[in-house]
């Protein structure tokens, strides 16, 4: 079983390391608060670390979207971090056409921001996590796909 170290708990969000992967779990629309804590907190893990790292984000196709000021500082921290990334997941679930077109427009937003790490979104976690552990580091993942998957799994059900 994967270690999880839990290093934010909002109502909105639940940000955490299984193992040597961030995960940032969004269970509600992101406020600016929130994207706020959540960004301090991306910064502070990442900025000693010896590699980059590697990062699954989770959320659901039909969550409501940020506002603008929310969104606005999502894409100035992603743009603060992106240094420190060896990659990044997007874990966008839902099916259908709608969760299609989700998915589009983020990965739209994200090729404005022309990011430095390879960064991909997917439908659901199993195949995000698999393509994530996929890509190149300067130091190989101590987690399997399915260690991450469970370590998710784990998270979501406040264990």
Do not use: C
Request: aromatic share 4%.
């Amino acid at each position: 079983m994967a270690v999880v170290k839990l290093e934010l708990d909002l109502p909105e969000a639940r940000v955490f390391f299984a193992e040597d992967v961030l995960v940032l779990w969004w269970r509600q629309a992101p406020t600016l608060p929130a994207v706020q804590r959540i960004s301090e907190t991306i910064e502070r893990v990442t900025r000693h670390r010896s590699s980059n790292t590697r990062m699954l984000v989770v959320t659901s196709a039909t969550m409501k979207a940020p506002d603008s000021e929310a969104r606005e500082a999502m894409m100035a921290s992603n743009r603060r971090t992106a240094s420190k990334m060896a990659a990044v997941a997007l874990a966008i679930e839902g099916e259908g056409f709608g969760a299609a077109a989700v998915r589009a427009v983020i990965s739209g937003m994200y090729l404005v921001l022309k990011p430095p790490h390879p960064l991909k979104t997917h439908s659901d976690i199993a195949t995000a996590a698999r393509w994530l552990l996929e890509q190149t580091s300067d130091a190989p993942a101590s987690i399997s796909a399915s260690e991450l998957v469970s370590a998710v799994a784990q998270a979501r059900s406040g264990s």
